[in-house]
């Protein structure tokens, strides 16, 4: 699949990339699991719904010049489901924590709205070092317009429909299991 | 764009006007028959259920196309709101007839079981869509395919998506109807 983007992969500054995720999926579990409870949970839940939702639409994008080992399935890489499940478990945190006394409707839609902030923010770096790469369709159907001259401004909302699917997936099985959180 | 299109191997041209009359008279019939069944908070549920596939419609755009039908029968580009609320209307029916004729169980049991009718009567669908030409797949989807096929008809992967879905748009109608 070739990239509009021209930006060199340099595989070492991949590998960091790999292990700092890593390091801060163990870091945050370790500090929220003292904030908050069934944490390994909530967190499986999470990454179980980012998981389902990178498998159905792998097909609009690759992740590329990451470890093999970074991969679960084709170009589905556990790391990066890793980085977008760590973004909703902060952001659900800091929202519980600073707007404690929001409805239940209102944090669900401010986890959704900066949560999609943050994963633009992430989208754009993993666009610029290379490791993202849109298929041609997603890019036949852009408009042109970049955000910070590397995501389709598409994005906008692609980002939070797939936060709102992943969210909504977090909470309900949250309430299913009956396993209480932050949120 | 590069779509592929088994009808293009059959031949056949779907006739469309039909297929757009189908749906709607489908879609209420199913929505005068839950009213009959008096469905509590049913617009509310609708409006939750249309939201949530056409949800899935935006974020799978890039991957098919729904082609040939009238052009009063698209929301945008080749986003067809006839599918949403034909599919909106194949997500309701599925919360009856687990709700209402398979009762006494955990919501855990009724999510799986939603996604067994969901998945049973959504892939015959795909199926019939994808057959008649209707629905087409990106090149890239197609390329992911392994190449296995459901009945010697359609793409096994048809199975797996259709549970995909509703492994996720269930929990978004769920969690805001309930």
């Known amino acids: 699949m070739a990239s509009i983007y021209k930006y060199k992969i340099i595989e070492d500054e991949m590998v960091g990339l790999e292990i700092s995720l890593i390091l801060a999926t163990i870091v945050s579990l370790i500090f929220l699991s003292k904030k908050q409870k069934n944490i390994i949970i909530i967190f499986l839940i999470t990454f179980i719904g980012v998981l389902l939702f990178e498998y159905f639409t792998q097909a609009l994008w690759e992740n590329i010049g990451l470890a093999d080992w970074a991969y679960l399935y084709l170009d589905i890489a556990w790391i990066l489901t890793l980085g977008w499940t760590l973004n909703i478990l902060w952001v659900t945190f800091f929202v519980s924590k600073q707007f404690k006394n929001m409805p239940k409707i209102g944090s669900f839609v401010t986890i959704i709205l900066l949560s999609s902030l943050l994963g633009i923010v992430g989208e754009i770096i993993l666009v610029k070092t290379g490791i993202r790469v849109y298929s041609p369709e997603v890019l036949a159907l852009a408009s042109g317009n970049l955000i910070a001259g590397a995501v389709p401004i598409e994005s906008l909302y692609y980002v939070p429909a797939f936060m709102t699917l992943v969210v909504a997936f977090k909470r309900y099985w949250q309430n299913n299991l009956r396993i209480g959180g932050e949120d | ?178």
């Open chain 2, 1 to 178: 764009m590069g779509f592929l299109t088994i009808a293009e191997s059959t031949g056949e041209v779907a006739s469309t006007l039909a297929t757009e009359i189908i749906v709607i008279l489908f879609a209420v019939g199913i929505y005068l028959f839950l009213m009959s069944q008096k469905t509590k908070r049913l617009n509310f549920k609708y409006i939750i259920i249309l939201l949530s596939v056409f949800l899935f419609q935006i974020m799978a755009e890039p991957m098919w196309s729904d082609i040939g039908l009238a052009d009063w029968a698209y929301l945008y580009r080749n986003v067809s709101w006839i599918f949403t609320i034909g599919f909106a209307s194949i997500f309701m029916i599925t919360f009856y007839i687990v709700d209402e004729k398979i009762k006494n169980r955990s919501e855990t049991v009724s999510f799986f079981l939603y996604l067994l009718v969901l998945t049973s009567i959504s892939t015959i669908i795909e199926s019939i869509l994808f057959s008649v030409g209707l629905r087409e797949y990106s090149t890239t989807l197609t390329q992911s395919f392994s190449g296995i096929s459901l009945l010697g008809l359609v793409p096994i992967e048809i199975l797996l998506a259709s549970a995909l879905v509703g492994a996720l748009v269930i929990p978004l109608y769920k969690y805001l109807t309930e």
